[in-house]
């Protein structure tokens, strides 16, 4: 088999052929000889398709100059012809349903009525031929590992319900999702299928029930497993399977977590079921964990969207891509020159545009500077109503406030997630809000109607999360819905934007090329990072310093060693903290050898006595950081050597945590301004991450360490201190979640502190009443507001723990506004 990309590259350099994929790709008029020139190549490269099945992007390659031609002309004969022979039965019926043909026949209408056989009845949708015929064989096949890999919105959500339902007997199923952000969207999902069964969303939610659908994120999972005796999952469905293959980052170990809980839950239920989701795997054996692991695949080849590539250059070149065609000797067609990459937004602007860009601080960057070049919204209804809202339950100068004016707004990772999730939904409802600037979190929540992308940088990307990044503009679901004719759709707008100013550095100038022709493949190698996995090559491992090489060698080293460790049985107290500390994740915040850390902590449990009448926090101190601070690798958690930080969680987690959003972030405000004043320069100093930081500040590695945090001093404008209280509210619900409860939970299991303390820090409160529902996801202050105001007596959790609320509850709901109905919504429909 010849490579395809070569005979692309051959064929490219007949002037006839490459004139008239110029003209195709950008959008030029052609003649009637080109137009037939255009169709004849598309049959070409299909009927070598159909001679050789590898030519895979010569069938890819063939769709694309027939959708190109007939949604650009209009002439929809061609796509018909070549959908409803190929399988990609949405658009045939998009085209009959809406007399797109000049003509039709009787046999026109026998197809339209055997494309009833590939319709989605409880979704309400049309399914490919290769999707249906994948789905149905997926669905019955009784092998307990398969995996179903297919495109960004090719029916994930269809196959874990269609997958449950067909189940002979009621299980305990566990659907695992890679981040909180996505445990209510999933819940959600479930919850509106009526399966019928109890529903979890916290491990600590279990009673000993023989059938359930928990949804968890891998550490809960985790957890039940080993806090509950004789409990195992009968099915585990892993969604977002790819990313097992991960590498440990820093203090995130979760694709480690995941290889040990699917290997734990066989350890303890050798015919367990486990299914495998994923857009973005090439190769299923890349994921298998054990020896003689059988995973049968199911994959979708085809994709019936094909991306149009723009790249707007530094010099204000801007380049129409084809990316059957890019390499390194041809690098696109020339279509204009605009001096201003704002005025080129703008002027490629669709309904609905998602500009993105990688970092936090830039997402907000370039919301204000784009801002100063768009004109004000005329329907400012909805919109007032929307800033009326967040001054009231955030803050006035809440940067967003501003931006909204212009049908912008903007999101990331470290905002709040009820800001975050309340401002999604805005944008995905309301028509006057057209721009949304955002990074990655955009990958985690609900799925928005973008119909436009312009990407203004591509760190950490690669590849597989670019073309998962472009899969979210223009998702079937929008394109097919309702059954109008929104084929143009099916050719998505990608706009890759070269900046000085939000990606470029001192070292290194904006050029997106390089990436963009990593699209020339549809198939992109899974890169196996996780250790535990059984394709992991740990000799891959290269680094020009032979010191730093085998360092990084060693690493992996002692995470596969642990996990042997924690596959054998402790013998005493000593192996069985050491296990605790692994399992935790407690060791990933140090930088010195598991027994030596085990050791120290044994040493300070065997002298209890001497420090266990005092409060929580500190016991924290004086267990994991007093006269240990120079092996601690964590900046965060190393903070809590500081007396005023300690207090300062104390405060939050037992008093802060009650209040509203607005009144903690004014609370947060004035500490700032107190502590902006503050002669010592150590009082001022405040940790906001590597994503907010600008300076470096702390006894070991100063001053050579991270820039992580922000003498308060330096922030000059109010409304600026204002807006970091905000990002800081939410590094401190993180901090205290993945950090902070490691070690309160650890003082519980070790019987270090009483039941009520440790209810008290975890979920707010002692009340077992307001437990069940701060376990179901509702924040403590939630909670607190629906005690003042007398309502938790109107709702309560039903045998399969959905939220039920009566009549009094409804009533109440209408008197909040659309914010705070919002904040309760999300639990209850």
């Not at 769709?63 to 209009?74: A, G, M, Q, R, T």
């Not at 874990?160 to 445990?183: C, F, G, M, Q």
């Not at 904006?510 to 198939?523: A, E």
């Not at 939220?803 to 209850?828: G, H, P, T």
Request: glycine share 2%; net charge neutral.
């Amino acid at each position: 088999m010849q490579n395809p990309n070569r005979q692309f590259t051959a064929a490219f350099k007949n002037n006839n052929f490459r004139n008239v994929i110029e003209k195709l790709t950008s959008d030029k008029i052609l003649d009637t000889n080109e137009k037939s020139y255009v169709l004849a190549c598309a049959l070409l490269f299909l009927k070598e398709y159909e001679n050789d099945k590898r030519y895979k992007s010569f069938a890819d390659f063939a769709y694309f100059l027939i959708l190109k031609y007939s949604v650009f002309y209009k002439d929809y004969k061609p796509l018909y012809d070549f959908s409803t022979n190929f399988g990609f039965y949405p658009i045939t019926k998009i085209i009959l349903e809406n007399n797109l043909l000049e003509t039709t026949g009787i046999n026109d209408e026998l197809i339209q009525i055997g494309l009833d056989n590939f319709q989605n009845i409880d979704e309400k949708y049309y399914e490919t031929l290769e999707q249906n015929k994948n789905k149905n064989l997926f669905l019955e096949d009784q092998t307990n590992e398969k995996s179903y890999l297919a495109p960004t919105s090719f029916g994930k959500s269809s196959i874990i319900i269609d997958y449950i339902k067909r189940l002979e007997n009621k299980e305990r199923i566990a659907i695992i999702v890679p981040t909180k952000s996505l445990l209510m969207q999933t819940y959600k999902m479930i919850k509106g299928a009526n399966l019928n069964y109890k529903l979890l969303f916290h491990d600590e939610m279990y009673e000993k029930e023989k059938s359930f659908i928990a949804i968890f994120t891998q550490e809960r999972a985790l957890r039940l497993l080993k806090k509950q005796k004789k409990i195992f999952y009968d099915v585990l469905i892993i969604d977002e399977a790819h990313k097992i293959l991960e590498s440990v980052k820093d203090k995130s170990n979760r694709s480690v977590l995941l290889s040990r809980l699917i290997s734990l839950n066989k350890n303890l239920n050798s015919n367990h079921k486990v299914i495998y989701l994923s857009p973005l795997i090439e190769d299923v054996e890349n994921i298998k964990i054990y020896e003689n692991q059988n995973i049968k695949n199911y994959r979708i080849n085809f994709n019936i969207k094909e991306p149009e590539l723009f790249e707007y250059k530094l010099n204000g070149d801007v380049i129409k891509h084809n990316r059957f065609f890019i390499n390194n000797n041809f690098e696109g067609f020339l279509t204009d020159n605009i001096t201003n990459y704002f005025k080129y937004l703008i002027s490629n602007s669709g309904e609905k545009n998602f500009i993105y860009h990688a970092r936090p601080i830039k997402v907000e960057e370039i919301a204000k500077d784009f801002c100063k070049n768009l004109e004000k919204t005329t329907d400012l209804v909805n919109i007032k109503i929307i800033i009326d809202i967040l001054k009231k339950e955030v803050h006035k100068d809440f940067y967003v406030i501003d931006y909204l004016e212009y049908g912008l707004l903007y999101i990331h990772g470290q905002m709040p997630d009820l800001i975050k999730e309340y401002l999604e939904k805005k944008y995905k409802e309301l028509d006057e809000i057209k721009y949304l600037v955002a990074n990655s979190v955009i990958l985690e929540g609900i799925n928005m109607p973008i119909d436009t992308l312009f990407i203004f940088n591509t760190y950490g990307l690669g590849g597989k999360g670019l073309t998962n990044l472009i899969g979210r503009v223009n998702r079937l679901n929008e394109i097919f819905k309702d059954n109008k004719d929104k084929l143009y759709k099916l050719l998505p707008k990608i706009h890759f934007i070269n900046t000085k100013e939000y990606n470029s550095t001192e070292n290194k100038i904006s050029n997106m090329l390089p990436i963009i022709k990593s699209l020339r493949s549809s198939v992109f190698k899974d890169e196996v990072k996780n250790p535990l996995l059984l394709n992991y090559d740990i000799e891959s491992i290269k680094n020009k310093d032979s010191n730093e090489q085998e360092r990084l060698r060693e690493s992996k080293r002692k995470i596969q060693e642990q996990e042997r460790f924690l596959n054998t049985i402790p013998e005493n107290k000593f192996e069985k903290l050491k296990q605790y500390l692994i399992e935790s994740g407690i060791i990933n915040l140090y930088k010195c050898e598991i027994d030596e850390l085990t050791k120290m902590i044994l040493l300070k449990l065997d002298l209890k006595n001497q420090w266990e009448d005092i409060e929580i926090l500190e016991k924290i101190y004086s267990i994991f950081i007093e006269d240990n601070l120079d092996i601690i690798s964590d900046n965060e958690f190393k903070r809590f050597e500081y007396k005023e930080t300690r207090n300062h969680y104390k405060f939050y987690i037992t008093v802060n945590q009650k209040r509203s959003l607005k009144e903690n972030i004014e609370d947060l405000l004035r500490y700032f301004i107190e502590k902006a004043k503050s002669p010592i320069k150590k009082e001022r100093m405040f940790y906001f991450g590597t994503a907010y930081g600008r300076e470096v500040y702390d006894q070991i590695n100063s001053p050579k360490g991270s820039k992580v945090y922000i003498d308060l001093r330096t922030v000059e404008k109010e409304n600026e201190l204002i807006n970091l209280a905000i990002v800081k509210l939410k590094m401190e619900d993180n901090f205290i979640s993945f950090t902070l409860n490691k070690f309160i939970v650890f003082l519980y299991d070790y019987d270090l502190i009483s039941e009520d303390i440790y209810n008290l820090y975890v979920y707010g409160t002692t009340e077992k009443n307001k437990i069940k529902f701060t376990k179901f996801g509702m924040n403590v202050s939630l909670v607190s507001k629906l005690d003042l105001d007398n309502q938790l007596k109107n709702i309560e959790l039903d045998k399969n723990n959905n939220i039920k609320v009566n009549l009094l509850f409804k009533e109440y709901l209408k008197s909040l506004n659309d914010f705070q109905r919002f904040e309760i919504e999300r639990f209850i429909n």
